[in-house]
């Protein structure tokens, strides 16, 4: 009788456990792989990066841009907000800049849009900005 | 076949069209016309890669990227 009892648990344990794991693996699939907007910013953001910068961003998760006009360097980290910093000679940080598109849009659009902007038209960017004081994490 | 890039909530559309169609291509030029003027920069690459600004419409181009205006964060 307790035997029987012990299989009907073990088996009820067996069954709860086999059930957390296929929706635990289903979360990390909905979170990493099933977010269209954020995959199809990423996506498109990995499209426009050159070469230099997307291996940059794969190793780090940030890629550096120089401005068009004053030749400075500019690493933009992973994010939506207060991600640009601009770095010197010995990739140290010194000023963090912060512009961001007026619509609400995934990290990799926001990136992209920041990239473009420092790229082609620094000015311009960094009049909009808003300036932030930068952290040594980067170096 | 070109494509238009608009950057939104949904990561972004694209509109794809033919441009050695003439009614495509006026379609096409009246995004840009009605993306510009509400704002987004638009953007091509050249042939290295490299991002450029357009301030007018070019029926050439076969990706133009729109982003929304930007503002300090």
């Not at chain 2, 050695?20 to 009246?30: G, I, S, T, V």
Request: hydrophobic share 40%.
């Amino acid at each position: 009788m307790a035997e029987q009892l012990l299989h009907i648990v073990a088996n009820r344990l067996r069954r709860f456990r086999t059930g957390l794991v296929r929706r635990a693996r289903a979360f990390h699939d909905w979170f990493w792989h099933g977010n269209d907007s954020e995959g199809r910013g990423l996506k498109l953001l990995r499209e426009w990066l050159s070469p230099q910068q997307l291996a940059q961003y794969d190793a780090n998760k940030y890629f550096d841009v120089t401005g068009c006009e004053s030749r400075k360097r500019y690493r933009i980290c992973h994010g939506t907000s207060m991600n640009i910093h601009e770095i010197d000679g010995a990739g140290r940080p010194r000023t963090g800049w912060c512009f961001v598109p007026n619509s609400n849009l995934v990290a990799g659009d926001v990136m992209l849009a920041q990239k473009i902007a420092l790229e082609t038209d620094e000015c311009g960017a960094l009049a909009v900005a808003k300036q932030f004081e930068s952290t040594d994490r980067l170096s | 076949m070109a494509t238009q890039i608009v950057m939104d909530h949904n990561g972004d559309t694209r509109h794809n069209f033919d441009a050695n169609d003439a009614k495509a291509l006026l379609k096409a030029e009246r995004r840009f016309m009605a993306l510009t003027g509400a704002g987004f920069t638009a953007a091509t690459r050249t042939a290295d890669g490299d991002p450029v600004v357009t301030r007018t419409f070019d029926p050439t181009a076969e990706e133009t990227l729109f982003f929304p205006r930007l503002v300090g964060g």
